[in-house]
């Protein structure tokens, strides 16, 4: 009878050190992959031309994510965007700029992301919070999709006149920025001083990509 439990215990020990080393072995590939994604993404200054520059599972890593949508015709891909980054496990929250409410509406970003849009830097709805700085706290990551030349000027410049920049300014996160204008704005030497600012404040640049864009006209500016 002895020999039987002293048979169970061990075989009860044996299974929970496999439970034991199986579980140590997830978490160190967990925390290898992690370090790899963090390496890829704020430790390298260039990034693949196109939008999922990385499998978007990864994005589950942050799972805080503030989407920015700036006005043009390429805020139409940003809800394509929310809905990938939410399928990956992302909790997704918007900021939409004024001129991105002429592109896309609030209502059709609320149902994918499942969250309140913020529009407005002062909102009677939350006067007891201060959303650009409680937003800045909330995210792990800061992405403008798309990014025109005048925000692409403003933030190089520090201004804060709207929400989006407001935020953004305030912010201790990382920032990515994916630029889409007319290739004849892309090409323009004040954009390119600007983006060097922006790289030089520490914001990561995605794209653009070189192709046929809304306006008719050939060349690089659209949103990857």
Sequence with gaps: MQKIINNFWNGKITLWRSYWLVGELLNALFILAVFNFEIYIFGNNQFSNSLPFLDFSN?????????????????????????LLKKSGAEVKTILTESGKQFVTPLSITSLSQEKVYEDLFSVENETEMDHISLSRWCDIILVAPITANTISKLSNGSSEDLASTVILASNKNILICPAMNVRMWEHPST??????????GYKVIGPEIGDMACGEFGEGKMT
């Design 192 to 201: 390119k001083i600007n983006l060097e600012k922006l790289k030089q404040f």
């Design 59 to 83: 994005f589950s890593f942050l799972s805080k994510i503030l989407l920015i949508i700036c006005g043009g015709i390429s805020a139409y891909k940003s809800l394509e965007l929310i809905r």
